[in-house]
Structures are given as structure tokens and as C-alpha cells.
């Protein structure tokens, strides 16, 4: 693990149609070294790659394929370099997802992207609601139950029950909010938009590399 935030970089993937400047702002003054990836650039340089989170999964896929970043993405996960998904960026490392219809995501954790039922929670799923953390995890996030800001309409459903790090319930339905595979991290909620505890998880970072 590095020491401090000044010498870990975290390298943002621009999507194009995404509001990035808050969690850009964030990370900047917690002190990590931040940067947008040029699409020319032949690898990914960086010690923490992210995905931001607004937008469509089927334009988001559209957009990485066609700058093949799909590619760069794999070639940094085989470095297991850590990389973190925030909402739809957290959807997009799973197999599928059936908004719009069925697309392909990147494939880097097992399940697929489902919508809400909208029976049970009003959507776009829009507030603060709380998360669960697993008890192994606490010592990383130093927290086991806070409340975080959502907006979403779909959710994950990874196939290995393992990987929910996190879950939150609403109206008697639980879905992962946080995800953790190997080297990837995802939250559903925007750390960048929850306060306080919402910092204090992105300074979490630099304890997964």
C-alpha cells in the first residue's frame, strides 16, 4: 500500500455524457493525483482506475468499444491494479444488463445488471437509504451501516453471493450496493454526493491496492 494520497493516481475513463467534475473535485481534495484517460494513450496508466457513474449501460458500452477501452480495461485488470465502478460504472463490470433491451458489459464479475421492480420501489430510485456492510470489510471502510445517496433504476445481481460486499434494503427488497471481486470495487451510491461518510469511502481506496 502506498503512503499517502499524493503518490497514488487515479486515472477516470470520461464517458462522454457523464457529470464527472464532482467525484474529479472529490478525489482531488482528499489529495489523490487525478487524471482523465486519453483515448490515444496505448495503456492505462494509473495506479486506481474509474468508472463514473451517470448514464445509459448500452451508450456507455458503445462508447468503450468503440475507443476500445473495453480492451485497455482488461489489459489493466490482468495487471490487478485496482479498479472502482460508481453506479453505472459498477454496472457496467458485470455480464449483461437488460436496460433498453440486452447488452453486453465488460464481463469482469459474474451477473447481470436487472431493473427494479417497480412494485415495490418508486424509480428512478432517487434519496439517501442505508447499506450493510459484511463484518470482514469494516476494518477497510470503517464503517458498518451509513446512509448514502442513490439514483439509479437497475441494479446488480452477481452470480456469487460473495461478492455483494454491501446491501441495502427498501420496501422489504435488498440489492447490492456495494460489490467486490478480486481487484474490482463498485458502490451503487455516489460516494462523491453522500457527505462525509461518502469521503471517508473514497479515501478508502489506497487499502485496496
Not at 487524471?35 to 458503445?62: C, H, T, W, Y
Not at 453506479?87 to 453486453?104: A, H, V
Not at 427494479?116 to 432517487?126: M, R, S
Request: hydrophobic share 40%; net charge positive; glycine share 8%.
Amino acid at each position: 500500500m502506498l503512503g499517502t494520497y499524493n503518490k497514488i493516481s487515479i486515472g477516470i475513463i470520461n464517458l462522454g455524457f457523464n457529470n464527472i467534475f464532482s467525484i474529479l473535485n472529490s478525489l482531488k481534495n482528499i489529495g489523490y493525483k487525478v487524471k482523465f484517460i486519453e483515448l490515444s494513450q496505448k495503456k492505462i496508466q494509473a495506479d486506481i482506475l474509474l468508472l463514473p457513474g451517470v448514464g445509459s449501460f448500452p451508450r456507455a458500452m458503445n462508447f468503450l468499444k468503440k475507443n476500445h477501452l473495453n480492451d485497455k480495461i482488461n489489459t489493466f485488470n490482468e495487471r490487478k491494479k485496482l479498479i472502482f465502478g460508481i453506479c453505472l460504472g459498477m454496472q457496467l463490470f458485470f455480464d449483461n444488463s437488460e436496460e433498453f433491451g440486452y447488452t453486453k458489459g465488460l464481463g469482469l464479475i459474474s451477473g447481470s445488471v436487472k431493473k427494479l421492480d417497480k412494485n415495490l420501489i418508486k424509480k428512478p430510485n432517487i434519496g439517501w437509504f442505508p447499506t450493510n456492510i459484511k463484518r470482514n470489510f469494516l476494518t477497510k471502510f470503517n464503517f458498518s451501516k451509513e446512509i448514502f445517496y442513490f439514483i439509479h433504476s437497475l441494479y446488480c445481481k452477481p452470480v456469487d453471493k460473495n461478492n455483494i460486499v454491501a446491501t441495502t434494503v427498501i420496501n422489504k427488497f435488498s440489492f447490492c450496493s456495494i460489490v467486490k471481486y478480486k481487484n474490482i470495487l463498485g458502490c451503487q451510491f455516489h460516494p462523491e454526493k453522500s457527505g462525509e461518510k461518502g469521503i471517508m469511502l473514497l479515501k478508502s481506496l489506497k487499502k485496496f491496492i
